[in-house]
């Protein structure tokens, strides 16, 4: 089955500590999304690719990157988590070109300590 | 801008009983319309979606959604609710760009 695939689902970090997220899909979708979901929170966009152009949401902190080395995978950086940097990170998928529907992925369960 | 307004952030139901989760929205535009429903420690999944098609929108699990333009609106219902249901869920709207408006998200809580 096509899907976005997430890894891993549950990731601990120190504080300070450089940590990478990873997401994959098989969708072969343009666009790819990062959210940061809060406990009892909404998710949270932080920036999105349309293939290889990069959107950064203007309030998104220079702590977190992105990178999208193909089609099929994007990853997120966060430089030097902060104990506020704990939550639910989620990967989406959209096709574009009219196509608004995104797919999410299983999510990463960050805890920093 | 768009906006999305979920009235209730927790909403009990007997099992059995009707499920409404109400959902009202801001647009400049035509809008997507999506409902979202979210297990503990999971992703996403897409219940249903408005697109400018069909007013009546039909979803999995049972769920259906009514876009009504003249109300803003596109509640979610469920004429029996089950064990199973109880979740969170999401309204979003999207103005045909890449930015997903999510509203504040509705508990369920299914009562035996």
């Known amino acids: 089955d096509a899907m976005v695939i997430q890894n891993p689902r549950y990731q601990v970090t120190q504080f300070g500590k450089p940590v990478t997220l990873s997401c994959s899909q098989t969708?072969?979708?343009?666009?790819m999304y990062w959210y940061q979901q809060k406990s009892s929170q909404a998710p949270k966009l932080l920036f999105h690719?349309?293939?290889?152009?990069?959107?950064n949401e203007a309030d998104t902190p220079d702590n977190f990157q992105s990178r999208r080395p193909n089609t099929s995978f994007c990853f997120l950086d966060i430089r030097s988590p902060g104990l506020g940097d704990a939550a639910m990170y989620l990967c989406?998928?959209?096709?574009?070109?009219?196509?608004?529907?995104?797919?999410f992925g299983p999510g990463t369960r960050l805890t920093v300590t | 801008a768009q906006s999305v307004t979920q009235l209730g952030s927790h909403v009990s139901v007997s099992e059995g009983a009707l499920v409404l989760l109400r959902c009202n929205y801001s647009?400049?535009?035509?809008?997507?319309l999506f409902w979202y429903v979210q297990y503990p420690n999971q992703g996403l999944q897409l219940l249903l979606k408005?697109?400018?098609?069909?007013?009546l929108v039909k979803g999995i699990n049972g769920f259906e959604a009514e876009f009504k333009k003249s109300e803003t609106s596109f509640h979610l219902t469920k004429p029996s609710a089950h064990m199973s249901d109880a979740a969170e869920y999401f309204c979003?709207?999207?103005?045909?760009?890449?930015?997903?408006?999510f509203g504040k998200g509705t508990k369920l809580s299914v009562i035996p």
């Open positions: 989406a998928t959209s096709g574009g070109q009219g196509d608004y529907e995104q797919y």
């Open positions: 969708l072969n979708h343009n666009v």
């Open positions: 690719y349309y293939d290889k152009d990069f959107n």
């Open positions: 647009s400049s535009v035509p809008p997507y």
């Open positions: 408005y697109t400018s098609a069909a007013t």
């Open positions: 979003a709207v999207n103005e045909a760009g890449y930015q997903l408006t």
